[in-house]
T-cell receptor, first 115, second 115 residues
């Protein structure tokens, strides 16, 4: 299985600021995704991180709020911009390993609290 | 639109008893189905997956699930519950075989194990 690390693991931020979350995988992957898990809720797909091109966002999520980069096959960042308390969530990176398209793994998540 | 329904936001069983967590999906085409477990303050761990091979799928920690197309179900079972099974369980579906689409998650079922 792919080993996924995320930085930071948690953070407390002030409203109006931005936070960039990093996702690093130990092997090349086909697909990388970003999910949000609001307190006590299930997971919601934010976007697909496309290597070398703009991310593909799900309905309700926009690039200005959640800019995403994926410069290579093993690394991606998600920025949560102009944060408000409603952005307090766990943000998870997820990958589909190369050659293993029938499965999907998740990183440990970044727990974000916005005051 | 694809959807996943998990019946019961909370399920309580006694230690040693049968665990049954229900999952139904909406689809007219065979999906890829997954069960994930989330322990407190941790990321998601893949329990098992159905990818159009055997309909009875065995996973980690003694869990298994059976894909029933006629019932559009993928219920998760374990013959004998252990205290360490207490966690949040998520059923998820994906409709593309190439992994290009993200997962759609159910709302989750919190499994409580009574001593």
């Amino acid at each position: 299985s792919a080993v996924i690390s995320q930085k930071p693991s948690r953070d407390i931020c002030q409203r109006g600021t931005s936070l960039t979350i990093q996702c690093q995988v130990d092997s090349q992957v086909t697909m990388m995704f970003w999910y949000r898990q609001q307190p006590g809720q299930s997971l919601t797909l934010i976007a697909t991180a496309n290597q070398g091109s703009e991310a593909t966002y799900e309905s309700g999520f926009v690039i200005d709020k959640f800019p995403i980069s994926r410069p290579n096959l093993t690394f991606s960042t998600l920025t949560v911009s102009n944060m408000s308390p409603e952005d307090s969530s766990i943000y998870l990176c997820s990958v589909v390993p190369s050659g293993r398209t029938d499965t999907q793994y998740f990183g440990p998540g970044t727990r974000l609290t916005v005051l | 639109a694809q959807s996943v329904t998990q019946l019961g936001s909370h399920v309580s069983v006694s230690e040693g008893a049968l665990v049954l967590l229900r999952c139904n999906y909406s689809s007219s085409v065979p999906p890829y189905l997954f069960w994930y477990v989330q322990y407190p303050n941790q990321g998601l761990q893949l329990l098992l997956k159905y990818t159009s091979a055997a309909t009875l799928v065995k996973g980690i920690n003694g869990f298994e699930a059976e894909f029933k197309k006629s019932e559009t179900s993928f219920h998760l079972t374990k013959p004998s519950a252990h205290m360490s099974d207490a966690a949040e369980y998520f059923c998820a579906v994906r409709y593309s075989g190439g992994g290009a689409d993200g997962l759609t998650f159910g709302k989750g079922t919190h499994l409580i194990i009574q001593p």
